[in-house]
């Protein structure tokens, strides 16, 4: 804490006490609860996903991949999954597999885990994946 506070006094910055939370097991911050051992979705937002509608038009997708992309890392494969979405034309014309796979996006952000902080004691592991739509890669830790 006097570390925080140090910094914040040499680079002329202050703290609101009334805005301050001390010694709490759970915090929220930008669409996160962060706590000791990770972070996690914030229940609302996850709530968000599962009630998203259907996009009508083109800026509904637009708005819906922007939300789904900023929760990327709760969800595996969602490049090819965004990018099938994107591809797929005008929302009511969706062919039936798009559908499927707006409705399996949203499924996996609602069954998301928690994601732990590193150990940097720990060697990390690379990961890398690609299709004819998307690729992408990971920076791990095996499962501790």
């Given at each position: 804490?006097?570390?925080?506070?140090?910094?914040l006094r040499e680079n002329?910055?202050?703290?609101?006490?009334?805005?301050?939370?001390?010694?709490?097991?759970?915090?929220?911050?930008?669409?996160?609860?962060?706590?000791?051992?990770?972070?996690?979705?914030?229940?609302?937002?996850?709530?968000?996903?599962?009630?998203?509608?259907?996009?009508?038009?083109?800026?509904?997708?637009?708005?819906?991949?922007?939300?789904?992309?900023?929760?990327?890392?709760?969800?595996?494969?969602?490049?090819?999954?965004l990018a099938l979405i994107?591809?797929?034309?005008?929302?009511?014309?969706?062919?039936?597999?798009?559908?499927?796979?707006?409705?399996?996006?949203?499924?996996?952000?609602?069954?998301?885990?928690?994601?732990?902080?590193?150990?940097?004691?720990?060697?990390?592991?690379?990961?890398?994946?690609?299709?004819?739509?998307?690729?992408?890669?990971?920076?791990?830790?095996?499962?501790?």
């Open positions: 804490m006097k570390e925080v506070l140090s910094h002329s910055l202050f703290a609101k006490l009334e805005k301050c939370v001390f010694e709490v097991p759970k915090i929220p911050f930008l669409g996160y609860i962060i706590f000791c051992e990770g972070f996690e979705m914030d229940p609302s937002k996850v709530m968000a996903i599962q009630d998203w509608p259907l996009p009508t038009n083109t800026k509904a997708i637009q708005r819906f991949v922007g939300f789904a992309n900023y929760y990327r890392r709760f969800s595996s494969h969602i490049a090819p999954v994107r591809k797929g034309g005008k929302p009511n014309a969706w062919p039936p597999h798009t559908l499927e796979t707006f409705q399996s996006l949203k499924d996996s952000f609602v069954s998301a885990y928690v994601l732990q902080h590193p150990d940097l004691l720990q060697p990390f592991f690379i990961e890398v994946d690609a299709s004819d739509i998307g690729a992408g890669a990971i920076l791990s830790e095996r499962s501790r």
